[in-house]
Structure formats: C-alpha cells, structure tokens
C-alpha cells in the first residue's frame, strides 16, 4: 500500500500563476512531512516541510497547507517562476526517521 | 562544506557484471540511505545505516543488492549479478540523526544503464 500520493502526476502553468500540488497520506502516525525539489541530473533536495502541529507554512513563494484530520497537505507556489520547473516530492516520516516519498509531480512553468 | 559525493555519476554495465557505486555522506552525518530512482516506481529505500550499523535491508532488493558503511565516511552499494532491470539512478543520501525528522541531504546520484 502506497504511504504516500501525489497529485496531479504533472502540472503546467504560465508564469505568475499559482500552481497547487496535492498529496494525501495514510499512516496517521507521521507527523512530519517534507517537500523535496529535484531538478533533473540532480538529487532531491529539501524545499520546505511543515510537523504535524501546524496547519501552514510559509517560506517565500512556498506555503504548505495542511489538514490533519483529513491527512492531506497541499503545496502552493505563487507567482510560479521558469526556474521552478522540477519535479516536486512530498513526503511523510514518522518518530523514527523513516521516511516515505510519493512519486512525484512534474511542475512546468511556461514563460 | 562539502555535500554528499556519489561516484561513479554514470556506469554501464553488461548483465551478470557486479559493479559497486560509492557514497560519502555529509561530514558528521550519522544516517546514511540508499534509494533506487526510477519514473515507474519512483523513491524506493535500498538500505538505512544509523551510526554505521544497519537498519533496513530494504526486503525485496536483498539478494542481489547489499549496501556497507565501512566507516562512518564512505558507504557502497554493490550489486551482484546485476540485470537489466536494475537500470535506475542510484541515490545516497544522509542526514544528521535519527533521533527526529532531520533533511535527507542527497547526491547527485549515479545513473546505471545494465545492457
């Protein structure tokens, strides 16, 4: 069973605009959930996270929303950017360092 | 300071061959991961070292894959005999303990292509 899902699978958006990616987890154990930007030939790097016991993170153009009772998060970028253009991982982890990666989506931002 | 190094970053292989990718972890990292990447499957953990002693083997990639940590600097992933499937980059990743939710800080990877 997959711990973590993301969507959509890939996102094209004009630049400027604001481009919302989803993920939704199972294990109501994790409380610490990462988001990890991979540009290609490179690895993930760590983007932005948010614990369980807040319901919004801000970081720039970065916000992470999230709702524990319904064990989803979204990550909203504003005023999307050509440079944004990656792919974007959401992830969960519980106490003990374990972490688990959804499949990712493939942001594009169009000048 | 300096990142995590994996080497090769590319390695072509013929089936049957046994090749050994290598990884050095953030200086004073105390937990070391490999991952497979690939576009089907996406993330999937190999290996989780803590301190140097192994945590997870990963289950299904037991029998041809095994990951060391030799000292708490340098850690490879062989894989022997290696099959066209196994075409995936490789990724090596750590991060400063296990004691919370600390960044997985990764590599470059090591992309191998097995004919």
């Known amino acids: 069973q997959q711990q973590v899902r993301q969507s959509p699978q890939s996102l094209t958006v004009w630049e400027g605009e604001t481009a919302i990616l989803n993920c939704s987890y199972e294990?109501?154990?994790?409380?610490?959930f990462p988001w990890y930007q991979q540009f290609p030939g490179e690895g993930p790097a760590l983007l932005i996270s948010i614990r369980s016991v807040s319901d919004k993170k801000e970081d720039g153009r970065f916000t992470i929303f999230f709702n524990k009772r319904e064990k989803k998060l979204s990550l909203h970028i504003t005023d999307s950017q050509p440079g944004d253009s990656a792919t974007y991982f959401c992830a969960a982890s519980d106490s003990n360092n374990r972490i688990f990666f959804g499949d990712g989506t493939q942001l594009v931002v169009k000048p | 300071d300096a990142g995590v190094t994996q080497t090769p970053r590319h390695e072509v292989a013929e089936k049957g061959q046994t090749i050994i990718l290598k990884c050095e972890p953030v200086?004073?990292?105390?937990?070391l991961f490999w991952y497979r990447q690939t576009k089907i499957q996406g993330l999937e953990l190999l290996s989780y070292?803590?301190?140097?002693?192994?945590?997870?083997d990963g289950g299904a990639f037991k029998d041809r894959f095994k990951a060391e940590m030799l000292n708490s600097s340098f850690s490879t992933l062989k894989i022997q005999p290696t099959e066209p499937k196994d075409s995936a980059v490789y990724l090596c990743?750590?991060?400063?303990?296990?004691?919370?939710?600390?960044?997985?800080?990764f590599g470059p990877g090591t992309r191998l292509l097995v004919l």
């Open positions: 070292f803590r301190s140097k002693s192994l945590m997870e």
């Open positions: 294990d109501s154990t994790f409380n610490y």
């Open positions: 990743a750590s991060s400063l303990s296990g004691l919370g939710q600390d960044t997985q800080y």
């Open positions: 200086s004073g990292h105390n937990d």
